[in-house]
Nanobody
Framework: QVQLVESGGGLVQAGGSLRLSCAAS????????MGWFRQAPGKEREFVAAISWSGGSTDYADSVKGRFTISKDNAKNTMYLQMNDLKFEDTAVYYC????????????????WGQGTQVTVSS
């Protein structure tokens, strides 16, 4: 079992930056691929970014490429999402998730989920 806790959300003006963190506990963190997903009001949860268990491979949704950076520190059991040049449409609850199936954008492949952290971007 893996427990995931997100932090770092908040209110930011458009063009600003935030860094989200996802702290993991439980089973070996570095054996899981990890991902970030987000869900805006009235919309389905969508893929944002993913990183392999080693941190050597990453994947991003087209909407965040060049603006967001995913990383993980296995020694600290923590994953990060650096979000730059935030836009109003980035407003959502952001969730971190873990999977033992390998890096990928498919929501149903992720077994472990955090409770989410709210990111609000004012225009």
């Amino acid at each position: 079992q893996v427990q995931l806790v997100e932090s770092g959300g908040g209110l930011v003006q458009a063009g600003g930056s935030l860094r989200l963190s996802c702290a993991a506990s439980g089973r070996t963190f570095n054996s899981y691929a990890m991902g970030w997903f987000r869900q805006a009001p009235g919309k389905e949860r969508e893929f944002v970014a993913a990183i392999s268990w080693s941190g050597g491979s990453t994947d991003y949704a087209d909407s965040v490429k060049g603006r967001f950076t995913i990383s993980k520190d296995n020694a600290k059991n923590t994953m990060y999402l650096q979000m730059n040049d935030l836009k109003f449409e980035d407003t959502a609850v952001y969730y971190c998730a873990g999977t033992d199936l390998g890096l990928g954008p498919k929501l149903y492949e992720y077994k472990y989920w955090g409770q989410g952290t709210q990111v609000t971007v004012s225009s």
